[in-house]
């Protein structure tokens, strides 16, 4: 997806509203100029999304903007104006994220513990330490699906397609979203499961 997105046309009035996913970019209507067409220099494009937190890249600074779930979806379609939405249905193909948006996430837990003075406090700073040190050292692993017992080429091939390609694509898949997968079953879920943690 391009960042030039200075003049996307947003989505208009009579456009039913979408639910935010990632690969949405939004403008900010705080920051858009007026003129034949509103343009938005402030461009956000949605890179974590839970029931409960936004993250959010700016396209211009690559900066991240952390917002709460509930009052962002509020503002969708006043202060937020949907400008572009992924090209094809991502709903079922499975992507490696970029780690940058989790440990800036992490980070702001972290530093959010660090002014605490409860008891618990220094034990939550060093659980969130350490998940920031695994997620900056893990490099991603090709997997070789013939190594996995119950996947053969076809179902391999059909992984592949989904999106699982890597170690962590399997690592942070759900069991529904790989029984989903043509060829896959529960036993060979289990077994796959198990060839990641040897």
């Given at each position: ?102 440990v800036s996430l992490l980070n702001h837990q972290r530093d959010k513990h660090e002014q605490e003075t ?81």
């Amino acid at each position: 997806m391009s960042t030039e997105t200075d003049s996307a046309t947003p989505q208009t009035e009579s456009t039913p509203q979408r639910t935010p996913q990632p690969g949405f970019v939004y403008g900010d209507e705080r920051h858009a100029n007026d003129g034949d067409g509103p343009t938005y220099p402030e461009q956000f494009q949605i890179v974590f999304i839970d029931d409960n937190r936004v993250l959010m890249k700016n396209l211009k600074s690559a900066d991240y903007r952390f917002e709460i779930r509930r009052p962002f979806d509020r503002a969708v379609g006043n202060r937020w104006t949907l400008l572009k939405t992924p090209d094809h249905d991502e709903s079922d193909v499975m992507n490696t994220p970029d780690i940058a948006p989790y440990v800036s996430l992490l980070n702001h837990q972290r530093d959010k513990h660090e002014q605490e003075t409860t008891e618990s406090a220094p034990n939550k700073v060093e659980a969130l330490t350490n998940a920031i040190n695994i997620l900056k050292s893990h490099t991603p692993q090709e997997m070789d699906w013939a190594e996995v017992d119950g996947v053969g080429p076809k179902t391999a091939e059909n992984l592949k397609a989904r999106g699982f390609s890597t170690d962590a694509d399997v690592s942070i898949a759900t069991d529904t979203a790989l029984l989903k997968v043509s060829g896959m079953g529960e036993k060979t879920v289990a077994n796959l499961r198990d060839h990641i943690e040897d």
